[in-house]
């Protein structure tokens, strides 16, 4: 039997995720909680073989919680999913330790498919995004700037596209001021920008907001 334990701020979601998963044979989910506060209390006194995360999740932010469990849930299989931009954000969730990354747009049979395969250890992306990370089209060129960025650098321009001041973005990713103008100038070297407005203009070109 397959433990999940489902994290989403959106009840819709969860119900959703949740009857899928009982649908099939094999799953049990043990929980589903809102908040990363939630998240963690729940991890104190059990052990999912999943934990299926949304991206957005409110508190932390999703990568930052994930880095989290990967430190002190280090056993616990984390399979991220989300409506944002799987081409965005699927290489960085997985550069922090995801084993897969599942787009809310995705058919509802992968759920299945995805918990099943990231429950044994192995990696789960969908076969769109595959093709898309293995080919980097001429026509997608700032995806080919996205490639060099960190996913520490990646939650920085995020979070400064949705309006965060720098010592906003400190507080989020526990980072001081200092540090997050080091890495806003960092971000203008590798986008090839001198600007915020331009830097905000690649921040939407990725999707990012």
């Known amino acids: 039997m397959i433990k999940v334990l489902i994290a989403d701020n959106h009840p819709i979601i969860r119900m959703g995720v949740q009857h899928v998963l009982d649908s099939a044979s094999g799953f049990e989910v043990i929980d589903a909680v809102s908040t990363t506060a939630e998240l963690f209390e729940k991890l104190e006194n059990a052990t999912p073989d999943v934990v299926m995360l949304e991206m957005d999740i409110p508190e932390i932010n999703g990568i930052a919680t994930l880095r989290k469990m990967k430190k002190e849930y280090p056993d616990v299989k984390v399979l991220m999913y989300s409506g944002q931009s799987e081409d965005v954000y699927a290489l960085s969730t997985i550069r922090a330790g995801a084993f897969g990354y599942l787009s809310k747009a995705s058919d509802i049979d992968y759920i299945i498919t995805a918990v099943r395969k990231v429950s044994e250890g192995n990696m789960f992306i969908t076969n769109e995004l595959a093709q898309r990370l293995a080919f980097d089209e001429g026509t997608q060129k700032p995806r080919r700037f996205f490639r060099k960025l960190s996913t ?9 596209a949705s309006g965060k001041r720098n010592k906003d ?5 526990n980072l001081n001021e200092k540090t997050v103008s080091t890495y806003k100038a960092r971000l203008m070297k590798k986008l ?6 331009d830097l905000l ?3 939407k070109a990725l999707e990012l907001y």
């Open 201 to 203: 203009q690649q921040a």
């Open 169 to 173: 973005v400190a507080q989020g990713l």
């Open 152 to 160: 520490r650098e990646v939650e920085v321009l995020k979070l400064l």
């Open 192 to 197: 090839n920008v001198d600007n915020m407005v």
